[in-house]
């Protein structure tokens, strides 16, 4: 084949490989060290994957299709049941089948006038998450690449109302705690605001926001003729899970004028279940919230979502013309246009995968698999409160379980780290799970934390009797 149109039996045939290979893998992920081939991988293994770029096609797709999947296993296997390391996704396959039918038809959905239905469809879903979040029918939002440019586009909305576009920022501050994600401080200097005017809340010994610190800040703030004008919360940290006080921050925001954002890029989807709704009270109260489906809704990589309590102002933030434009001016009547809502004028229809899997699942399958997690964790912590070895650092806030060897008497600070780190390797190397850890702030300073994560799709309780088995052996209990 030398031409950029394969023919039907071609293309039939690279589907019926592709099905057959895919679905195998997908059925043997149970059966697949948690760590995948990372674990044990050396950078020859790597170097010697990579295959030149041909001038004329490379014959065999068979053989093409092997190749990229070894690639798949010189990973983390993160699709697996056993993977609790970071924030889980899983991958939905029905959002396969939508890319797949998304990709090949390949229409143009960043303004609505070029495919109208479909950006009906993902109107709808964004109108449909917004009432999950207790919005009204002024709020809108947008489906990104992931959190990180969801709240990118929340900083900017907040600091075009709060603020104007003259440009001088130098005064303005920016309130979030010490357990937020990196890419609150990236966004806020990428819109254009010094880093240094971030200011970092204290937390209370559950690493949560405190609200009377954070109004002493904003009362000393403005005495000094500073623009406080966002407060970033978290609806779910990635360390712990912690869950500031959103109503309480809210009320704050409200009596000081500020634009309350929450960061739930990992717990915000809790909010689509009665116990998740009722441990985020107070996110219907948020000017803006951030959420990804590729963790709490199993889908893919690369889909975020952005949801804004009153639309107008996430689309006076972001809306801009130009001539080129002006054959789809026209738009009375038609479902908004996604780049009137964020940065990207060419995007991805991330909209049909979540349609898509909606559609054919339910969304009561959702919210029944998102309690399986919650209860999950509290069957985790409730094994690691057990072994007298070990301690819980915290009780579950979402479904994040953080846990560590007790530390011995007069253990150094970086011995007991050492000691928590060698215990999580421990762990992995047993191949069932696949476990993560990070640092959380200690009077003495930061100690290393093993931080399992329970979310995907495909854990369930006989992975949690596994990891408490690993664990237990791990700990020598």
């Known amino acids: 084949m030398t031409s950029l149109e394969p023919t039907r039996p071609e293309v039939e045939a690279w589907l019926d490989a592709v099905s057959r290979q895919v679905l195998d893998h997908i059925e043997r992920l149970a059966e697949i060290p948690s760590v995948g081939a990372a674990g044990g991988m050396v950078l020859g293994d790597v170097s010697s994957h990579s295959l030149p770029i041909p001038e004329t096609p490379t014959r065999g797709f068979d053989a093409l299709l092997k190749h990229v999947m070894r690639a798949a296993e010189l990973s983390i296997n993160a699709a697996g049941p056993g993977y609790l390391a970071y924030i ?8 396969g089948v939508a890319d797949l039918i998304a990709n090949w038809v390949n229409r143009y959905t960043g303004v609505n006038a070029a495919a109208p239905a479909f950006c009906r469809l993902e109107a709808d879903v964004i109108a449909w998450l917004a009432t999950q979040f207790g919005y009204g029918p002024s709020a809108r939002g947008l489906l990104t690449s992931g959190g990180s440019l969801a709240n990118f586009s929340a900083i900017v909305a907040a600091r075009h109302r709060k603020l104007g576009s003259d440009g001088d920022y130098r005064d303005a501050r920016v309130y979030t705690s ?3 994600h990196h890419s609150v401080a990236k966004s806020v200097s990428l819109a254009g605001i010094p880093a240094k005017n971030v200011v970092a809340v204290p937390t209370d010994d559950r690493l949560r926001l405190r609200p009377d610190a954070f109004e002493d800040m904003l009362v000393r703030d403005a005495g000094a003729r500073l623009r406080p004008f966002l407060l970033v919360s978290a609806a779910g940290t990635t360390n712990t899970g912690a869950v500031d006080p959103l109503a ?20 915000g989807a809790f909010a689509l279940c009665e116990t998740g709704r009722a441990r985020l009270q107070g996110i219907d109260r948020a000017d803006s919230v951030t959420f990804d ?14 949801l804004v309590r009153d639309g107008d102002a996430l689309r006076a933030a972001h809306r801009a013309d130009a001539p080129y434009l002006q054959d789809f001016r026209d738009d009375a009547g038609l479902p908004p246009s996604p780049t009137e809502y964020g940065p990207e004028l060419s995007r991805d229809f991330r909209g049909l995968r979540v349609w898509l899997s909606l559609q054919l699942h339910g969304a009561a399958a959702f919210r029944a698999a998102l309690e399986e997690k919650l209860q999950l964790a509290q069957t985790l912590a409730a094994a690691i409160r057990a072994l007298p070895s070990l301690e819980l650092v915290d009780e579950p806030q979402l479904s994040v379980v953080p846990f560590r060897p007790r530390r011995r008497e007069n253990e150094p600070l970086e011995a007991w780290s050492a000691r928590t780190a060698a215990l999580c390797k421990a762990i992995n190397e047993r191949g069932n799970v696949y476990m993560s850890t990070t640092r959380l702030p200690h009077p003495e300073g930061d100690v290393v934390t093993v931080r399992p994560c329970v979310l995907s799709f495909r854990t369930h309780t006989e992975q949690i009797a596994m990891a408490i088995d690993d664990i237990t052996a791990a700990a020598g209990c």
Do not use: I, N
């Open 178 to 180: 010490t357990q937020a």
């Open 88 to 95: 889980p996704g899983g991958g939905l396959l029905t959002a």
């Open 248 to 267: 309480a921050l809210s009320d704050v925001c409200e009596r000081h004028g500020v634009w309350h954002h929450v960061d739930g890029a990992y717990g």
């Open 293 to 306: 489906p590729h963790k709490g809704m199993f889908l893919p990589y690369g889909t975020g979502c952005l």
